[in-house]
């Protein structure tokens, strides 16, 4: 058997992501879509020239060439907007100025959504499926940009076993906050039995 000897509990916050810049759309389009960077730069040029989604051709991103993170003011209060309306206040972010590096050019916004009620759903009919998905992509980031941060509950124990220590982690998303809108890898809670200081527990595998 082994030995509960230390349990700490924390919170801990995770901060969502600034709007897409080309580099990082381009890297999210791989790790989450499987895009090469050519089939990205070409779906999004495509969003960005116009698509007719039933009200005649409109363009449904900013411009997809640039290293700002830079977002129009009436953007954001937008984006705000639908998310109070949506999900409620407290989902709301709390303001945050986002600031360039000092290598931007920033002679463009950041990648988003030209009109943030043009919800991926609510026109996903008009879109190729490469379309849709990137679309999808850039929608979320954008809104997840502008929304509260994920708190966790997190639980580290020490356990002792024939002088050696063993540490487990766990954790349980207590408000979801922008993962609501933009899911993310390693945020599956990772639950960890109720124990105690003092308490003996069997050990069932060990690898």
């Known amino acids: 058997e082994a030995v509960v000897t230390a349990i700490e509990k924390k919170k801990r916050s995770r901060n969502p ?3 897409f810049t080309t580099s990082t759309m381009q890297q999210d389009a791989v790790r989450k879509l499987g895009f090469t960077t050519d089939r990205t730069m070409r779906t999004a040029q495509q969003l960005y020239e116009g698509i007719d989604v039933g009200q005649g051709a409109i363009g449904l991103i900013t ?7 830079r977002i129009a003011p009436s953007a954001r209060q937008a984006a705000l907007d639908y998310i109070d309306e949506t999900f409620g206040s407290e989902y709301l972010g709390p303001g945050k100025v986002v600031r360039n590096s000092q290598s931007a ?12 009620t043009l919800t991926p759903e609510s026109i996903q009919a008009s879109l190729t499926k490469d379309q849709y998905r990137l679309y999808n992509l850039i ?3 954008f809104v997840a940009s502008q929304m509260a941060d994920a708190v966790y509950d997190t639980i580290r124990c020490d356990l ?4 050696a220590t063993f540490r487990a982690n766990g954790s349980k998303i ?3 906050g922008f993962l609501k809108v933009y899911p993310s890898q390693g945020t599956k809670d990772n639950f960890l039995p109720d124990l ?8 069932a595998d060990m690898k």
């Open 174 to 176: 207590k408000f979801p």
């Open 63 to 69: 411009y997809m060439r640039t290293d700002s993170t």
């Open 139 to 141: 929608w979320s980031r």
């Open 105 to 116: 050019q920033d002679a463009h916004e950041a990648i988003r959504p030209s009109n943030v």
């Open 17 to 19: 992501a600034a709007p």
């Open 160 to 163: 002792s076993q024939n002088g």
């Open 196 to 203: 105690k200081v003092g308490e003996a527990v069997k050990v």
